[in-house]
């Protein structure tokens, strides 16, 4: 299996694709300047306290209030609040992290009103982001994840991924990571870090530690409240992190910044993968050229098209996430009914894991498959469903068919779930439902490259189209775009786009940015 990261760089948007043997498995999208993000860590203000939930409200700066239950305030929320009344009592010194006291865990039972009082100040972490109507969801206990460890200021344990099963490899990467554990930290050892030397895991120990202390630092700089402390540097790398994997063939990138940024953090984690990861200068949107932005249309949306007719509907409430299997117009024999559902049910199983990775799909998830008679069949199913999610990186669990032919699944959610919209609104009448002729597009076209030519004098621009119209244009020996290059000069250029609809059109000038002139409409 061959698998590759195609990373699309936008002015306001970034954009990553895996790909699985050239087909789209997970897709994340985030704005370039998000505010909210988890990991993202903050000084915040208790807003209110709810004793019936036993939980308060904080406000770190969202529209909607973050939500902190006690138990998610860990075990060392004493040892936090001691030592950030130290950070904080000298703004010129920074109060030694190692010097830190270790106070008294606080109790499971115990109650958030006898802690937090309205006013307070904490030190909180992003583990959900806004969902819906809720607001983030947050936690006391600071972590600093990295691709083989995770870093826990006070803590005071290293604990190994049980999925490190020999005991001989377990041993000796407690025992390396408990000779260079940093004083007042625990640490984590996470899965990839089986077999890794010993100065691999010593440089990421570094490189996390020494972000904790830069968090502590803006703690102790700042007065105002809410404050972020400490956030990713780049979204890029922030959504790479997870997604990364040493066995990935190539990783293109379309901007030369954010190619370079890779390329550092790919140094760091796994220099001798460094190579995989290229500029992509192609003159075509980069998802186009590597058929992604295909496949985004066909695959979100309430209808998913699978196999031989068959299809899933998605639908989405605010409790959970449905999904009906239907068979659609595959033909059924007689004899055959039993099998025709298991092939149907078996094809939805493989389709349905791949669409709750790509649109990260959590919490309840109810799928309806088509009824089967037989026992053997139900647990085949189930077991293919098992086999499929074994890919996915978020916890779930998986149910097996009930009684109505419904199977249950749950899956980890910790942001909300990617919904792409596939319909496209007419770029012409602007959902008037009356349009020009379209035989007089490219009229509209050549008027408004005058106006740019001419009018504001930009001679060197882009314009991308629909791939069909692009085909028009350039149809032949004397095209269109001929003719317009000898009428406005050869800076012009034309470039299908697979994004745009039929009718609709972008002009970009030389350095790539957008120039509006859908906004000149009088006389066409």
Not at 27 to 34: D, G, I, V, W
Not at 121 to 140: C, D, F, M, Y
Not at 431 to 454: M, N, Q, V, Y
Request: proline share 4%; net charge positive.
């Amino acid at each position: 299996m061959t698998s590759e990261l195609i990373i699309d760089v936008r002015e306001n948007e970034i954009s990553i694709a895996l790909l699985e043997d050239k087909k789209l498995v997970e897709y994340q999208t985030e704005p370039r300047e998000a505010s909210f993000s988890v990991g993202n860590i903050y000084v915040a203000k208790v807003r209110k306290v709810m004793p019936g939930l036993n939980a308060c409200f904080v406000d770190v700066g969202h529209e909607k209030d973050a939500f902190l239950h006690y138990l998610d305030l860990g075990i060392q929320y004493s040892s936090y609040e001691k030592y950030l009344k130290q950070v904080q009592s000298d703004r010129r010194k920074l109060y030694p992290f190692e010097n830190a006291l270790h106070l008294s865990e606080l109790p499971k039972e115990g109650s958030i009103s006898n802690i937090l009082n309205p006013g307070n100040e904490v030190l909180v972490q992003i583990v959900k982001e806004p969902i819906n109507t809720k607001g983030p969801r947050l936690t006391g206990e600071i972590s600093f994840p990295g691709r083989y460890l995770v870093l826990i200021p006070f803590g005071d344990k290293v604990n190994v991924s049980s999925k490190i099963k020999q005991s001989a490899e377990r041993s000796r990467l407690k025992h390396i990571v408990q000779k260079l554990r940093p004083q007042n930290c625990g640490i984590i050892v996470r899965t990839v870090a089986e077999g890794l030397r010993e100065d691999v895991l010593a440089k990421e120990i570094e490189i996390l530690y020494q972000r904790w202390i830069e968090t502590v630092t803006n703690v102790q700089k700042t007065t105002k409240r809410p404050q972020i402390v400490f956030e990713e540097t780049s979204r890029a790398v922030a959504m790479l992190r997870d997604l990364f994997n040493p066995t990935y063939e190539n990783i293109y990138v379309n901007d030369p910044a954010i190619f370079h940024e890779v390329q550092q953090y790919v140094k760091n984690i796994a220099p001798d993968r460094l190579s995989i990861v290229k500029e992509y200068t192609g003159k075509l949107p980069i998802f186009d050229n590597f058929d992604v932005t295909k496949q985004i249309k066909s695959g979100f949306g309430r209808t998913v098209n699978y196999k031989h007719g068959a299809y899933l509907i998605i639908e989405h409430t605010e409790a959970m996430h449905v999904v009906d299997v239907n068979s659609g117009n595959r033909s059924r024999g007689v004899d055959c009914q039993e099998a025709n559902a298991l092939d149907v049910n078996l094809g939805a199983a493989d389709e349905l894991a791949r669409q709750l990775r790509l649109r990260d799909m959590g919490g309840i998830i109810i799928v309806d498959f088509i009824d089967m008679n037989l026992a053997e069949d139900r647990q085949l199913l189930y077991e293919r469903m098992c086999a499929n999610m074994q890919k996915d990186r978020a916890r779930h669990n998986i149910l097996p068919l009930s009684k109505f032919g419904l199977m249950q699944i749950t899956r980890q959610r910790v942001r909300p779930a990617i919904d792409v919209r596939v319909e496209e609104q007419c770029p012409t009448c602007f959902g008037k439902g009356t349009i020009k002729s379209s035989i007089l597009f490219t009229e509209t076209l050549e008027r408004k490259i005058h106006l740019l030519t001419k009018q504001v004098k930009i001679k060197k621009f882009t314009l991308y189209v629909h791939p069909y119209v692009a085909a028009y244009i350039n149809k032949g020996i004397w095209s269109l775009k001929r003719q317009w290059q000898f009428r406005y000069g050869f800076g012009l250029s034309i470039i299908p786009s697979q994004e745009l609809s039929f009718l609709d059109y972008q002009f970009r000038d030389s350095k790539g940015e957008m120039i509006d002139m859908k906004e000149i409409i009088d006389g066409e």
